[in-house]
């Protein structure tokens, strides 16, 4: 299964989610942000870093780079994307995903792992999960503090569109256990069609027991299955 | 044409957390200024456009903050005001960014 990761001047994870995704049996290639087709991959994935440097704001910037413009409708036909960390503030950012992810609370780079709860095992990207599994993975962000407006927030709630939630270790979702101060504990969200998906901690760093989790694993799994399944479908990547 | 300065100011939506304010805040009121009761951060975007008339320019610049310059989502925008003097000129001015700044950046 071809998965696209994009690079941004500025991205810094791109070469882990390569590896995680060739680690789980599927075909990485990269793609440069000058880049334009999408070529017919299966899915697309964003990755983190600091894309031109968060000017103006973390996301602003890259959304409008020209590959964008292939994975925007690429998104929209029902091709699955994924956004990690700077990544899903782009998605957000381009209005593939709603809301916005501002400065953490602490006002500081929070860098360390956190816990999160897998809220929905239905999705392409957390099938390999069990329901409500507490997952441990690591996090580096200055702005993952989830934000939207209270008819977005009750809509993502309403519609089990919350993917992860920040938790502790006994699956509670605490004000202690949030590292950013996100709204509702928020760490990941899907999009309504389900194709889209968003998160700021780092799925792709938790691929070895030798780097302390492979809660990262199922993630990365689930997508490759998922897309073996669909392989064929015309809505995945049909003719992009 | 003529040519038009703008000064764009992006704020926190009310409602929305401004965690530098809510710092600058307390760092204020550790300081002894403890009248203050309410800090927030914004940033401040100066253009220089060109454009048929003042209507113009704002309509752009209106444009602009609404495409990239301001996130809906938590920010509001303000186009502050509007200077209509400006020579007409190519040349970058001796005040503004030279060879060595732009070299580094």
């Not at chain 1, 309403?158 to 006994?170: E, Q, S």
């Not at chain 1, 760490?187 to 030798?210: F, Q, T």
């Not at chain 2, 809510?22 to 009761?37: E, N, R």
């Amino acid at each position: 299964m071809r998965v696209a990761v994009v690079t941004f001047p500025g991205s810094n994870c791109d070469y882990d989610l390569y590896q995680a995704v060739k680690q789980v049996g599927g075909n990485p290639e990269f793609r440069w942000h000058r880049d334009r087709g999408l070529d017919g991959v299966d899915a697309v994935m964003l990755s983190g870093g600091f894309s031109y440097g968060d000017y103006l704001r973390a996301g602003a910037i890259a959304r409008f780079s020209p590959i964008m413009e292939d994975v925007v409708p690429f998104a929209e036909a029902g091709g699955p994307v994924v956004g990690v960390c700077n990544g899903f503030q782009i998605l957000c950012e381009a209005g593939l995903l709603p809301g916005a992810l501002i400065r953490n609370e602490s006002l500081r780079f929070q860098s360390e792992d956190c816990r999160m709860r897998v809220e929905r095992t239905d999705t392409p990207f957390t099938r390999g999960y069990d329901a409500g599994q507490v997952i441990r993975v690591p996090l580096a962000h200055a702005e993952g503090n989830y934000r939207a407006d209270a008819e977005t927030l009750a809509r993502l709630e309403g519609d089990d569109l919350v993917l992860f939630r920040y938790v502790d270790a006994d699956g509670a979702a605490s004000p202690e256990s949030n590292p950013n101060g996100s709204t509702a504990n928020i760490a990941g969200i899907i999009s309504e069609e389900g194709n889209v998906m968003g998160m700021m901690p780092h799925p792709e760093r938790a691929m070895e027991s030798l780097l302390g989790s492979t809660d990262g694993v199922p993630l990365f799994e689930s997508l490759i299955s998922s897309l073996a399944g669909s392989a064929g479908a015309d809505t995945v990547g049909a003719g992009r | 044409m003529k040519r038009y300065r703008l000064e764009i100011r992006v704020t926190p939506r009310p409602g929305i957390l401004d965690p530098q304010g809510k710092a600058i805040h307390h760092a204020l009121h550790s300081l002894g200024w403890t009248g203050v009761d309410d800090v927030r951060v914004g940033k401040a975007i100066h253009l220089e456009i060109e454009a048929e008339s003042e209507e113009a320019a704002r309509a752009d610049a209106t444009a602009m903050c609404e495409k990239l310059l301001a996130n809906p989502v938590t920010e509001d925008f303000e186009i502050d005001s509007v200077q209509t003097d400006l020579p007409k000129t190519d040349q970058p001015k001796v005040d503004q960014a030279g060879p060595d700044q732009a070299e580094q950046s």
